[in-house]
């Protein structure tokens, strides 16, 4: 299983940034896929949720509003679009899948919201 994530960056507070975590080694199609973030001395935080067929989706209620998990079965990447970003958002963001009694993880993509 291998996930990568890309998309983050710095963005001035009101912004948008939309993520791409590309997945590969397993049925993507198969799998609920979700996105965390992190900030240092803080618990990994789930942000979003997409079920296998992309029909239901969940978010934080920090995000509600604001962020749409997607996801291209077809290209085996789940996004994360970010709109009217806050200084809060600021964390690294992953995405995740649980696989075969296992959780995997990307390596993270940096997400800063600084004027």
């Known amino acids: 299983v291998q996930l990568v994530e890309s998309g983050g960056g710095l963005v001035q507070p009101g912004g948008s940034l939309r993520l791409s975590c590309a997945a590969s080694?397993?049925?993507?199609?198969?799998?609920?896929m979700r996105w965390y973030r992190q900030v240092p001395g803080k618990e990994r935080e789930l942000v979003a949720l997409?079920?296998?067929?992309?029909?239901?989706?969940n978010y934080a209620d920090s995000v509600k509003g604001r962020f749409t998990i997607s996801r291209d079965n077809a290209k085996n990447t789940v996004y994360l679009q970010m709109n009217s970003l806050k200084p809060e958002d600021t964390a690294v963001y992953y995405c995740?899948?649980?696989?075969?009694?296992?959780?995997?993880w990307g390596q993270g993509t940096q997400v800063t919201v600084s004027s």
């Open positions: 997409i079920t296998n067929g992309g029909r239901t989706t």
């Open positions: 995740n899948v649980l696989h075969s009694g296992g959780s995997y």
């Open positions: 080694g397993f049925t993507f199609s198969s799998y609920y």
